[in-house]
């Protein structure tokens, strides 16, 4: 089904089965580091965008009752999931019909928003993130749409956490040059702390993303900034490699569902799809010759990524 994707192996959530909230890529953001690519659709309405919010339930609840592992079900997708008028029916449609544990993964620009602050409070874990708490650079790093502060977002992510009975996990990336000034890095760190969140992940551009000059910070440069926000914090590191289990599903279909979400080495692609390197390099050849994918080399590693029309 076009929605779901998964269950995968996530750094993060161990085996996640994914929905894509928003149609490709329709986001408050066009963050110049996105691994989606540029946004597309650059909005703050939220619109109802399932075409049946039942069916993608059913979906759901026959592979929540089909065995195998889900330790989460993850709204994210393309672009901003609360973007979605849905968000808050689906969650407590999942919430009161499985026993799995709901994620959301956000940029938070619209946890201003009542709606969405309430929606969310239904999850169990909340992914935000920040990564600039000065409008200049957060105007400079994410490219919102016009009218979003830097300042109401961190206070309502702040406020998030305090009304929140889950866990919040914030995460924060930085790209060089763009925010990572003594100042930017000031002002984020006294954000954080207002924000108080039970764990800190920071990370630094690893991929292609919307634009080839979003450039990563030094290891030294992320460690400092870890350091100074103490043991909640961690640098986000490569993808876990323990969940290599199958999603049970046909390799290419995978593969390609893999790289349509964002650009994928064959390591991560392996750890997905738990089959043998020679076996999923003949099926991405064989996806590469359709079109369907295309491959490419980014900081000295090959990456392949989905065609788009
Ligand atoms: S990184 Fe996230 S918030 Fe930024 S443009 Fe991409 S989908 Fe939107």
């Not at 984020?188 to 800190?200: E, G, K, T, Y």
């Not at 738990?274 to 050849?285: A, C, D, Q």
Request: with cysteine.
């Amino acid at each position: 089904m076009k929605y779901i994707f998964g269950p995968v192996p996530s750094r993060r959530l161990g085996m996640s089965l994914g929905i894509d909230m928003v149609p490709y890529k329709t986001c408050t953001f066009d963050c110049i580091y996105c691994e989606c690519g540029r946004t597309t659709v650059h909005e703050a309405i939220r619109r109802r965008h399932f075409d049946s919010l039942s069916l993608v339930l059913d979906e759901v609840l026959k592979l929540t009752r089909s065995g195998r592992r889900i330790d989460y079900i993850t709204l994210s997708g393309s672009g901003e999931p609360t973007l979605n008028l849905q968000c808050g029916e689906f969650i407590r449609e999942v919430k009161s019909k499985t026993d799995k544990r709901v994620a959301v993964l956000t940029n938070g620009s619209l946890l201003t928003r009542e709606d969405v602050f309430k929606e969310l409070l239904a999850a169990d874990l909340v992914v935000p993130s920040l990564d600039s708490a000065r409008q200049s650079s957060f105007e400079r790093v994410n490219r919102p749409v016009k009218g979003m502060s830097a300042q109401e977002i961190a206070e309502a992510t702040a406020e998030f956490v305090k009304a929140f009975e889950g866990e919040v996990w914030l995460e924060v990336l930085l790209v060089k040059g763009f925010n990572d000034s003594q100042d930017d890095l000031a002002a984020l760190s006294d954000a954080v702390m207002r924000i108080a969140p039970d764990q800190i992940q920071v990370g630094t551009v690893e991929r292609p993303g919307a634009e080839d000059w979003a450039r990563p910070v030094s290891s030294k440069k992320l460690e400092d900034f870890v350091a100074g926000l103490g043991p909640r914090a961690a640098v986000i590191g490569q993808p876990n490699r323990d969940f290599g289990v199958s999603t049970g599903r046909d390799i290419a279909a995978d593969a390609l569902a893999l790289v349509s979400r964002r650009p994928c080495t064959i390591e991560d692609i392996e750890s997905a799809v738990s089959e043998k390197r020679p076996v999923i390099m003949g099926k991405l050849r064989e996806l590469e010759q359709a079109g369907k994918i295309t491959r490419y080399s980014h900081n000295g590693k090959t990456f392949y990524a989905a065609r788009r029309e």
